[in-house]
């Protein structure tokens, strides 16, 4: 099958440097650079890439009690996050105009005194052109992440097709996933830490459903990325690896183009075709001849929630 509408994409399966974000910001230039001179128009970096994903600590939490050790526990977590309008932001911007490269990337946002799991959509001409903050942090992530709402259901076009981004188990979330397909979503990209090989069906689920180009960029972190001597809960990660990874680039048909790939940091690289699309929609359109909108109808509240309004 003739193919004519080419592009390269790729898959970033990494993990920070522990506890040192400008050293981590500096590993994603670096890996956002090498991405470009491979050919990549696109790359998706893991969720909570920069400021870390903090698998396994607790807080010292339990229901009903806090306590000093957990504050302080959650005040290093929080210095560790950037803002969209800081320098480090700035630093990346700068890294995907270089290599030519449009960068979803996943970090923790920190705005006014809350902080948010975030992915990032940086234009390598235009900078910023969309932040999703997650929607809804699952279990004990509710404690230190506030919950995104639908003015940052953002999608963009770039040199590979239209991105849009799911986090992690908002995955799971039909009526996001629905959103995202009615947005026009080609490149489904989907940062998380989930490392289960099940994952993997989810992604070709999700393939197949909205008929979408996935990419899925899972950390892949080593214990010993961690000062000597950490200890870790016993109920996560195996031997070696707090997050083992399972990046993987799939097709609109649910054909594997690209990993799954495990316990080793990787770039994964795929050449797709938008045309595949629209073949796939021959018998399948979710938000077109197959949607029934004579019996379902989603509607999706995409105004900004804020606690304090101050009208003029």
């Avoid at 939490?61 to 000093?68: N, Y």
């Avoid at 509710?142 to 908002?170: H, K, N, P, Y």
């Avoid at 950490?230 to 031997?239: A, L, M």
């Amino acid at each position: 099958m003739e193919k004519h509408n080419m592009s390269k994409v790729a898959v970033v399966q990494t993990c920070p440097v522990i506890a040192d974000t400008p050293a981590t910001i500096t590993k994603a230039e670096k890996l956002i650079r090498q991405a470009g001179a491979s050919g990549a128009k696109v790359a998706v970096f893991p969720e909570a890439f920069i400021g870390g994903y903090p698998k396994g600590r607790s807080f010292d939490t339990v229901v009903g009690a806090r306590t000093d050790v957990g504050r302080e526990e959650f005040r290093e977590y929080f210095e560790a996050a950037i803002s969209l309008d800081g320098p480090e932001v700035e630093t990346l911007e700068i890294a995907a105009s270089d290599a030519g490269v449009f960068v979803v990337i996943g970090m923790i946002e920190r705005l006014g005194n809350t902080l948010y799991c975030t992915a990032v959509l940086i234009d390598p001409d235009n900078g910023i052109v969309g932040n999703h903050r997650k929607l809804m942090p699952t279990a004990s992530e509710r404690l230190i992440w506030g919950f995104g709402d639908g003015s940052t259901l953002d999608v963009a076009d770039t040199a590979a097709g239209r991105v849009g981004t799911a986090i992690c188990w908002e995955n799971y979330m039909p009526l996001l996933r629905q959103a995202m397909y009615a947005q026009g979503v080609d490149l489904y990209c989907a940062p998380t830490v989930d490392d289960r090989s099940v994952w993997q069906s989810s992604m070709t689920h999700i393939a197949l459903e909205g008929r979408n180009f996935v990419l899925s960029a899972c950390q892949a972190l080593p214990k010993s990325a961690y000062p000597e001597g950490t200890e870790f809960p016993s109920q996560v990660g195996n031997n070696d690896w707090l997050i083992r990874g399972g990046s993987v680039i799939i097709d609109p048909l649910g054909n594997i183009l690209a990993g799954p790939v495990y316990e080793k940091e990787t770039i994964l690289y795929a050449d797709i075709d938008l045309e595949d699309r629209t073949r796939s929609h021959f018998d399948l359109d979710v938000n077109g001849h197959y949607s029934r909108p004579d019996i379902f109808e989603l509607r999706v509240n995409t105004r900004p929630n804020n606690g304090t309004v101050f009208n003029s």
